[in-house]
Nanobody
Framework: QVQLVESGGGLVQAGDSLRLSCAASGRPSSTPTMAWFRQAPGKEREFVAAIKWNSGSVYYAYYTDSVKGRFTISRDNAKNTVYLQMNRLEAADTAIYYC??????????????????WGQGTQVTVSS
């Protein structure tokens, strides 16, 4: 069973930056697909970004439209950690951010149900 632990959330002002981290237990090959989702109060959990690793040196990154150009997902296999660098934060980015992982290369990476492993979540609050 893979365990995911998020960190890096906090309270910031609009326009600021934050970097979220998600440390995974086990080997990097156990979670070739990692993703970030978020959930605001009263809303469904939504896809933010995903990164797929093919066990070589190639990574594929995917983003929801609202964060393209502002957020960057990356992966450090030496640390078995995935990051979400969030720049130019907006009030609409306020949510609990969850890290997700799966032991397969997920095709439908935008769907929460496709992921077997989830972190506890970290709160991101952006004041306007």
């Amino acid at each position: 069973q893979v365990q995911l632990v998020e960190s890096g959330g906090g309270l910031v002002q609009a326009g600021d930056s934050l970097r979220l981290s998600c440390a995974a237990s086990g080997r990097p090959s156990s979670t070739p697909t990692m993703a970030w989702f978020r959930q605001a109060p009263g809303k469904e959990r939504e896809f933010v970004a995903a990164i797929k690793w093919n066990s070589g040196s190639v990574y594929y990154a995917y983003y929801t439209d609202s964060v393209k150009g502002r957020f960057t997902i990356s992966r450090d296999n030496a640390k078995n950690t995935v990051y979400l660098q969030m720049n130019r934060l907006e009030a609409a980015d306020t949510a609990i951010y969850y890290c997700a992982g799966d032991n397969a290369v997920v095709v439908l990476y935008r769907r929460p149900a496709e992921y077997d492993y989830w972190g506890q979540g970290t709160q991101v609050t952006v004041s306007s």
